[in-house]
């Protein structure tokens, strides 16, 4: 597989991704040459300067997975990259620390005047009454999204003496009160806060969040700090503010429109303002940790796996993350053994889930049944960004059933797919929480390892069925690495499951088929993992 870098992102990051694929870096693409280049890479890995627009995507015939090295995605068009099952990543966390440390810098230089004092220091001057600051004790500050950053700001300011109040309507009140400050509404922190600094993402709801009608609801001689995305707040509207004297000062780390050029620059020749060209995640600890994160994750998406840091699916917590990982595979080969046992086109696809797995969020492992299940019968790939819309289009339903009841086995999954013709039930399960095993296929109990080919043959219980089948496939050159007797719930037949090590072509299929004594005979790749 072949990966495009298309932004200057830390070497370390680059170096894991040549350990697994061919890596090309090909900065300060513009959109042509983008689109002319793209045709032939499985992932692309961008930073903020690069704009994966619709044409990109559409030109993008073989691309699995966009890596965005940093939080921002709104370079990338999300809409185009699901609609296509293209799994868009990013690295949310790496750079926390270097966001917060950039906006306290920020929050301390319109405090005290410090690029001001330092610049007309440089040019001889000596003019201190000019930069007579205030102090932040005892000021409030009004917090914009108390997530990752804007908790730790909020923590960093209350260490500065500080009242912090906070507007975030996905932040329960119990957080709140952790971090000690109070949750308001954003008309309530606009009319009180000193200083009004923004920590969210971009996203339908908050874009251009702060405007002209905003800023005029602020507290006069406020001050306002935006270290999080350009579109939320309008620089424009605010520069009028900071013109008039109602706002006393702005430090401004992103823009509506990157790199800022002085045409659309509207605090040039303005005092009481501080700009910095997006250094938020600007430090060598963040631009490495990012790098190595996005790596990470675009290698896991190449490999089929779910990724957390996905944003075009639901993220999952990391404390789910460990529980429910390791059965990914194991979800995947029930679903591709489901479909390979239909004799027919597929109407329902039902999981239950007993046991430690019914106590915890399964959604994602009921989408990595689809996805084994998709794959095997469709073209286009199927992965866990598109894989329930794939699903849906179709019409097959799809069913989650919790249950802390078995019949049978403790900690299981059970599988039915319905077809027309009827319904075929495939139960997994974990042993040492590591070793996949089905356990049960339809009414017939089996102990094997989806793994390699299999070969599922019903019979009845009569001499020499092993022997025959033995002889046929060795005749046939091909290898039997595993073979497994099982005994069913119908009086006189058994089922036999046969690994084998490569591909049974259907001429030796219709031999198999045409022993006396096979009831049926059903061949499985279980090697079909693809993203």
Excluded at 2 to 14: C, M, P
Excluded at 202 to 215: N, V
Excluded at 347 to 375: D, F, M, Q
Aim: proline share 4%; glycine share 8%; hydrophobic share 40%.
């Amino acid at each position: 597989m072949k990966i495009l870098v298309s932004d200057d992102v830390s070497e370390k990051g680059v170096e894991l991704l040549r350990q697994h694929y061919d890596v090309d870096v090909k900065i300060n693409l513009d959109e042509d040459a983008l689109v002319a280049c793209i045709g032939k890479y499985d992932g692309l890995v961008t930073r903020s300067m690069t704009h994966v627009t619709k044409r990109v995507i559409d030109a993008a015939v073989k691309l699995k997975v966009i890596g965005r090295a940093g939080v921002g995605v709104d370079s990338i068009d999300l809409k185009a990259a699901t609609e296509r099952g293209i799994i868009v990543v990013n690295a949310p966390t790496s750079n926390t620390i270097a966001a917060t440390e950039h906006t306290v810098a920020m929050i301390m230089a319109i405090t005290r005047h410090i690029p001001q004092a330092h610049n007309s220091l440089m040019s001889g001057e000596w003019n201190r009454s000019s930069f007579t600051g205030i102090q932040l004790q005892n000021k409030t500050m009004g917090i914009i999204g108390v997530g990752r950053i804007g908790s730790r700001i909020a923590k960093r300011m209350q260490a500065m003496e500080m009242q912090v109040i906070g507007y975030d309507p996905y932040i329960p009140e119990e957080r709140f009160k952790q971090l000690g400050m109070e949750s308001v509404d954003l008309d309530t922190l606009l009319q009180n806060s000193d200083y009004i600094t923004m920590h969210t993402p971009l996203t339908k709801e908050t874009r251009g969040m702060i405007s002209a009608d905003e800023i005029a609801k602020m507290k006069e001689g406020v001050r306002v700090i935006n270290v999080s995305r350009g579109k939320v707040l309008d620089i424009f509207a605010l520069a009028e503010a900071l013109k008039r004297g109602h706002v006393a000062g702005a430090a401004i780390d992103v823009f509506p429109e990157e790199p800022l050029t002085k045409e659309k620059n509207p605090f040039l020749g303005m005092a009481n303002v501080v700009i910095t060209p997006h250094l938020g995640a600007s430090t060598i600890e963040a631009q490495i940790g990012v790098s190595v994160d996005v790596a990470t994750s675009v290698i896991a998406a190449l490999n089929g796996e779910p990724v957390t840091s996905a944003v075009n699916m639901a993220p999952i917590p990391a404390n789910i993350y460990t529980t429910i990982h390791p059965y990914f595979d194991l979800m995947e080969k029930m679903g591709t053994i489901g479909v390979y046992l239909a004799d027919g086109p597929m109407k329902e696809i039902s999981v239950e889930y007993t046991g430690e797995l019914a106590e915890t969020e399964t959604g994602i492992l009921t989408t990595a049944v689809l996805k084994g299940a998709l794959n095997p019968i469709l073209q286009d790939t199927v992965n866990f960004v598109n894989a329930p819309e794939v699903a849906k289009s179709r019409h097959i339903a799809v069913k989650e059933v919790k249950s802390q009841d078995s019949d049978t086995f403790l900690d299981a999954v059970t599988v039915k797919v319905v077809t027309d013709k009827g319904q075929h039930r495939i139960i997994g399960m974990l042993f040492n929480k590591t070793e996949a095993k089905i356990v049960e296929i339809d009414e017939y109990r089996v102990d094997f390892t989806p793994e390699g080919y299999l070969l599922l043959a019903p019979h009845v219980d009569q001499p020499n069925m092993i022997g025959q089948i033995s002889t046929i496939l060795g005749q046939a050159g091909i290898n039997i690495t595993g073979m497994q007797v099982g005994k069913t719930t119908t009086t006189g037949t058994n089922i036999m499951a046969i690994a084998v090590r490569d591909d049974i072509p259907n001429d030796v299929m219709l031999k198999l088929k045409a022993i006396d004594g096979i009831l049926d005979m059903n061949f499985i790749n279980c090697n079909l993992h693809t993203n």
